[in-house]
Structure formats: structure tokens, C-alpha cells
């Protein structure tokens, strides 16, 4: 009985530390998203987005039919101690390799004829390296979740988010390369990507080409190639909105329908984090005794999770799209909604997709995915040339639900655990609630209605969610935290939660002046009275209301003058470098990517001269060190 409690206590505690560890490898990714999403919105029309949107979605669909979702296979059986390693790794790269050859021979031929100019539109080569690219990445990452080597598989998200910031500044901001800038800033991450991860795990010792195993290659073949069509047929479900909706009402239109599914992702990113630790539990528990309790409660603490986010995100859709996107993206909220539902349900399908998978009866992923495409495909063709951009929203919340559906039925065969199905009801109305409330009050002009209808809807939905999230966060937060929360008690975090929603509400409403003077109240107070903590949170609150409503360039400024004020008052040097990044992003704004590029050489030139002492005792005391290391040597 004690080492079941013991066994039970390691698969919880794998499973969220290995989701903590995902969460801050993909945290700067998710970051980087949202970041680059006014990037995106403002250095592209509405025609271009739509074009890059169909270019993405293309590369998607050819990825998991070159690579024979081979990554899937790398995963399931690199895990399994049955087989080895080695064998594994290497089939991964023998399928990929053949893949690769064959759209090679492919693409261009499609290219010539001319036959898919409509969307292609002269990108087939970046396409082609883009598509070798994200493959080998995704086989490569993949098995280092294989080898348990986790942190590595974290830090390389890292890595790989800070070079497609780079390449975007570069290719997108600098040379103005429009989507080819975008393609190449992915492309160029991607290849660093799996260098590093080669070097870093040393992953040549795992491959060898000279006796593949073939009777492992037909084994792994056998579980991935049922997922080809399982995945090409949700790529349809998520793709041919954009298509059809391109199509029928033309690449502006579905410029606007991708912007909408920005905020939707913010819940699917959620999940991919979690999904991620999920499915090497779900491998690593398929045959322990308390599976069916370990699937109950790892769904029902997902289910909290995501409806809570999922509200979270319909109370703020409104205002966050405003701060987010460009102004010519700003009618993407009405469609928003609708996603943000079927995000939800999406995640569902996607958990119970992974009983399927650790159990090997992919053939169940693919025939239940076919249900998902024909009802997209078909409601898109009956509802766009009638009610707009409003047909792809309602045919993807159809598609996820029925799926959910019929997967909730069929995979608890397998695994007969508890849905919470009562919870998930009541849940789910909330949410529905939450839809209507943002797309009625939004096309009638009755927002100011929702301010208060909205948070109310949220509350409910939280009280109803809160424990089951609160048992597990507070087994990871630090027990000063947990203490003063739980002395707090959850009704008055829940009353100060609405005071700070008021306090945004009203801010939209008047445009930031609350805010601004709350900032000059406090930066005052802060000042006055020497309290820098005060001061700084002020600054930094002044600094993202200007951000919001104004842009970067005049929160930059703003941002200056107010830092500099610390430095005066608390004769803080550290302020200095944030006082530098600031001006730099000003100058940026002002006067574009080459001004601050020579300004920035300037800067590192000054701070060569005024740190010269510095490097040179570094340098000398490098030099002695090594050669007294020699010395010793010999």
C-alpha cells in the first residue's frame, strides 16, 4: 500500500515538474507570440498576412505526409524500455531523409505547372527548406523528451526563440523582406536548432545507418502511418478556414480570421505546455494499477484549468485585441469568441487523442478524426457565402464538439475514467454565456453592459474551478505565497480580482486617464517619500498604459523621463541600462532599424572605452590563469 501512495506521488510529481520545465522552455516562445503579433500586424497588410497565413498553413499539412509523423513513433517507442534507442533514433532520420527526397522531387513540378500559383505565389523553394527544416527539428527535439532529457528540450525553446527574434528584427524590421522575412527568421532558428541540440546531446552516438532495423521500422510504420491522416484531417479541421474563407471572400478576409485566432491560442498554448509532460506520463503510466484514477484526476484539474483561462480571455478579448493588434485588425474581436470556445474543446479532443496514441490504436485517432474534417469542411462551404467570417468560427466549434463527443464515448472504453460530466455541463453553458454576451453586445455597440456581465460570468465559472487548480499549484508555490493567499481566503482574492477588472474597465472607458493619474499619484507619493518600490510600479504602470493607447515609441519616451527621475531621487545606477534600451526603442520608432543599429554600435563602442580598465585586468587575469595551468602541467 505505502510504495502504491509512493508510486502515485512520483507520477504527480513528474508529471508537474516536467510541466513547470516545458512551461518556461515554451513561456518565451508564447511571449515572443504576442510580442510579434503587433510585428506582424503592422510591417504586413491584410493581403500579405492572409498569404503568409495559407503559406504556414501548406507547410503544415505537408509536414506530417513527408515525415510520416515519424515523431510520434520516435516518442512512443524512444520511451518504451522494450526498444532501443539507438534503432529508434536513427529509422527517424532514414523516414525523414526519404520524405525529404520525395518532396523534393515533387515541389518543384508543382511549382512549374504552375498549378497552385494561388497560393504558393512563387515561395515553393522557401517552402521546401522551410518544411526540411521544421521536420528535422520536430524529430530532433522530440527525442530528447525520448532521452528524459527535458531541461535541454526547455533550454533549446529558449534558444530557439531568442533567433527567430533576432531573425525577425533582421529580415522583417531591418531589410523590410516582408513573408519571405518571416519564412527565413523560422527557417534560420530552426536549422540553429537542431545544431545545438546535436552537439548538446550528442546525438550522432545514436544514429547509425548501416543495419537499420527493419522489422522495428515496419512496427513504428504500422503506429504512425494511421496518424498521417488522423493529423492531415485536423490540419483541415484548423486549415480550411483559412482556404475557403480565402476563396470565397479573398486574402484580406482571412488576414482579419487569422488575427482572431490570436487570443484563441493563448488557451491552446496552455495546453501544448501541459500536453507535453501529459503524453510522456500517459507512455510511462499505461500499464500501472491506478491509471484510471491517475486519467480522472489529471482531466479534471485540465478542465479547471482551461475554463478558467478560456473566461479569463473572454472577459479581456475586447480591450487586449485593441492593445495587441494594429488598428486594421481591430474587427477580429467579434469572430474571437466563437474561437476562444472551441479552443477548449479542442485541447479535450487533443487529451483524449493521447489514449489512443499510448494504447497504439491510432486507426481510432484517424476514423474519429474524419468526422472533424467532413463536418468543417462541409458547414464552411454552407456558412461563409452566407454569414461571413462568422461560418468558419461556427463550423470549427462544430467540428471540436461533435469529436469531443464521440472520442469521450469510444477512448473510455480503453481507459474508463471519470469526465466530471455534471462540471463539464455547467462549465461549458458558462462559457456559451460568455460567447453570446461578447458578439451581441459587441455588433450592437453595448459594451459598456459586458463590463459588468462578463466579470460576473468569470466569478462563477472560477468558484466553480478553483480548488482542484489550488491543491496542485500549491504543492509547487512557495509556502510564504500559499500562506498569505490562504489567509486571504478565496473571497477576498476573488473581490480583489474585481476591483482590478473595474479598475481596466474603466480605464478603456476613459482612455488610460485613470491610469495616468493613478501612476502620477503614486510616482509622487514614491518620490516624496522615498519608497523606490512605489515609484517603480508606477513608472512601469504609466509605461504600459501609454504603450496600450499611444504606442512603444511614446511609452519609450515617457518611460525615459520617469526613470531618469529615479535615478536623480534614489542615485540608482541600475536604472542606467533600462534608461539606454528605452532610448534605443525610441529611436527605433522615430527613425527606423538602421538608426538604431548604428546607434547601438555607438553605444557598445562607449561602453568598450568607459569599461577598458575592466577588459583589460579580465583579459590579463585570463591569460595568467592559463599560464599557470600550463606551468603546473608540465
Request: charged share 15%; hydrophobic share 55%.
Amino acid at each position: 500500500m505505502a510504495e502504491q501512495t509512493a508510486g502515485k506521488k512520483s507520477s504527480y510529481k513528474k508529471l508537474f515538474s516536467n510541466t513547470v520545465i516545458f512551461a518556461i522552455g515554451s513561456f518565451s516562445s508564447k511571449i515572443l507570440v504576442l510580442l510579434l503579433v503587433k510585428v506582424y500586424t503592422t510591417y504586413l497588410t491584410r493581403d500579405e498576412l492572409g498569404v503568409n497565413d495559407v503559406i504556414t498553413q501548406i507547410a503544415n499539412w505537408l509536414q506530417p505526409v513527408v515525415t510520416m509523423t515519424i515523431s510520434e513513433a520516435v516518442i512512443r517507442f524512444g520511451l518504451d524500455k522494450a526498444y532501443d534507442k539507438k534503432k529508434v533514433f536513427t529509422l527517424g532520420n532514414i523516414v525523414c531523409l526519404a520524405g525529404f527526397a520525395v518532396l523534393g522531387i515533387i515541389l518543384p513540378v508543382v511549382a512549374i505547372s504552375g498549378a497552385a500559383d494561388i497560393y504558393l505565389g512563387g515561395y515553393s523553394g522557401l517552402l521546401y527548406v522551410y518544411v526540411v527544416m521544421s521536420g528535422l527539428k520536430l524529430v530532433y527535439s522530440t527525442f530528447v523528451r525520448a532521452l528524459d532529457k527535458v531541461k535541454l528540450f526547455a533550454f533549446n525553446g529558449i534558444l530557439t526563440t531568442l533567433l527567430t527574434l533576432v531573425g525577425t528584427i533582421v529580415f522583417m524590421m531591418g531589410f523590410r523582406m516582408g513573408n519571405t522575412g518571416y519564412l527565413l527568421s523560422i527557417i534560420v532558428s530552426d536549422f540553429l536548432s537542431v545544431v545545438f541540440l546535436t552537439f548538446a546531446a550528442k546525438l550522432w552516438r545514436y544514429i547509425e545507418f548501416k543495419r537499420p532495423d527493419r522489422e522495428l521500422l515496419r512496427v513504428m510504420l504500422r503506429y504512425s502511418m494511421p496518424l498521417i491522416p488522423a493529423q492531415i484531417l485536423w490540419l483541415i479541421t484548423n486549415s480550411s478556414d483559412s482556404f475557403m474563407t480565402t476563396h470565397y471572400m479573398g486574402q484580406a478576409a482571412n488576414g482579419v480570421l487569422s488575427a482572431s485566432y490570436k487570443i484563441p491560442n493563448l488557451v491552446a498554448t496552455v495546453y501544448f505546455t501541459f500536453g507535453q509532460a501529459w503524453n510522456m506520463s500517459a507512455i510511462i503510466e499505461d500499464d500501472s494499477d491506478d491509471r484510471n484514477e491517475f486519467y480522472s484526476n489529471v482531466f479534471e484539474l485540465n478542465q479547471c484549468l482551461l475554463y478558467i483561462i478560456a473566461a479569463g480571455c473572454l472577459m479581456i478579448v475586447r480591450p487586449l485585441t485593441r492593445i495587441w493588434f494594429g488598428p486594421e485588425f481591430w474587427d477580429s474581436a467579434l469572430y474571437s469568441p466563437l474561437l476562444i470556445f472551441s479552443s477548449v474543446f479542442s485541447c479535450f479532443v487533443t487529451f483524449l487523442g493521447s489514449i489512443y496514441l499510448t494504447s497504439k490504436r491510432t486507426m481510432r485517432s484517424m476514423v474519429t478524426s474524419l468526422f472533424s474534417g467532413i463536418i468543417n469542411v462541409g458547414l464552411n462551404i454552407i456558412l461563409i457565402p452566407r454569414i461571413g467570417l462568422y461560418g468558419p468560427a461556427f463550423s470549427t466549434v462544430a467540428s471540436y464538439l461533435v469529436v469531443f463527443i464521440i472520442r469521450a464515448y469510444d477512448s473510455r472504453k480503453i481507459v474508463p475514467f471519470d469526465l466530471k460530466l455534471k462540471k463539464l455541463v455547467a462549465n461549458t453553458v458558462l462559457l456559451a454565456a460568455m460567447v453570446f454576451d461578447n458578439i451581441e453586445n459587441m455588433r450592437n455597440h453595448r459594451e459598456g453592459i459586458s463590463y459588468i456581465i462578463l466579470p460576473v460570468i468569470f466569478i462563477l465559472i472560477f468558484l466553480m474551478n478553483y480548488r482542484p487548480l489550488w491543491g496542485a499549484f500549491s504543492k509547487m508555490l512557495p509556502k510564504r505565497v500559499v500562506t498569505i493567499v490562504e489567509r486571504l481566503g478565496v473571497y477576498r482574492v476573488i473581490a480583489i480580482c474585481v476591483v482590478l477588472c473595474g479598475i481596466v474597465g474603466a480605464s478603456v472607458l476613459t482612455k488610460g486617464w485613470i491610469f495616468y493619474l493613478t501612476s502620477a499619484a503614486a510616482l509622487s507619493v514614491g518620490l516624496m517619500l522615498h519608497r523606490q518600490p512605489v515609484a517603480l510600479g508606477a513608472a512601469a504602470l504609466c509605461f504600459v498604459t501609454v504603450w496600450a493607447e499611444v504606442g512603444i515609441g511614446a511609452a519609450s519616451f515617457v518611460g525615459i523621463v520617469m526613470l531618469l527621475m529615479l535615478v536623480v531621487v534614489f542615485r540608482r545606477r541600475i536604472y542606467l541600462p533600462a534608461v539606454v534600451l528605452l532610448a534605443d526603442i525610441c529611436i527605433a520608432s522615430l527613425w527606423g532599424f538602421w538608426a538604431v543599429t548604428l546607434v547601438i554600435c555607438a553605444e557598445m563602442l562607449a561602453a568598450g572605452v568607459i569599461f577598458r580598465n575592466r577588459l583589460f585586468s579580465l583579459v590579463r587575469g585570463n591569460v595568467a590563469g592559463k599560464i599557470v595551468k600550463t606551468k603546473h602541467r608540465s
